[in-house]
């Protein structure tokens, strides 16, 4: 069965660094676009970064343009998100995500705290 699993969150001062890893299984992963979409408390989940199945392609949130990249390893089955310059604005969960054949697919999520 498909399965997404996160790692790499935690506190993090401001102007710091943090990359999140995306580990994919069940599907093949080369075949897919791949997105990570991050809810902090209170607010809807907005997709921050998306990178198409090769890795040629990718977009980004607004927020994040040029703080955030998006990265993947097709032999490693995984996704990254790299993130710098992070703000206390960044702090939510993060989750990958993967549409495969019609179906969604979350991972748990990995929390990022951004604090002094």
């Known amino acids: 069965q498909v399965q997404l699993v996160e790692s790499g969150g935690g506190l993090v001062q401001p102007g710091g660094s943090l990359r999140l890893s995306c580990a994919a299984s069940?599907?093949?992963?080369?075949?897919?676009?791949m997105r990570w979409y991050r809810q902090a408390p209170g607010k809807e989940r907005e997709l921050v970064a998306a990178?198409?199945?090769?890795?040629?392609?990718?977009n980004y949130v607004d927020s994040v343009k040029g703080r955030f990249t998006i990265s993947r390893d097709n032999a490693k089955n995984t996704v990254y998100l790299q993130m710098n310059s992070l703000k206390s604005e960044d702090t939510a969960v993060y989750y990958c995500y993967a549409s495969v054949l019609g179906k969604d697919y979350w991972g748990q999520g990995t929390q990022v705290t951004v604090s002094s």
């Open positions: 069940g599907f093949t992963f080369s075949n897919y676009a």
């Open positions: 990178i198409s199945y090769g890795g040629g392609r990718s």
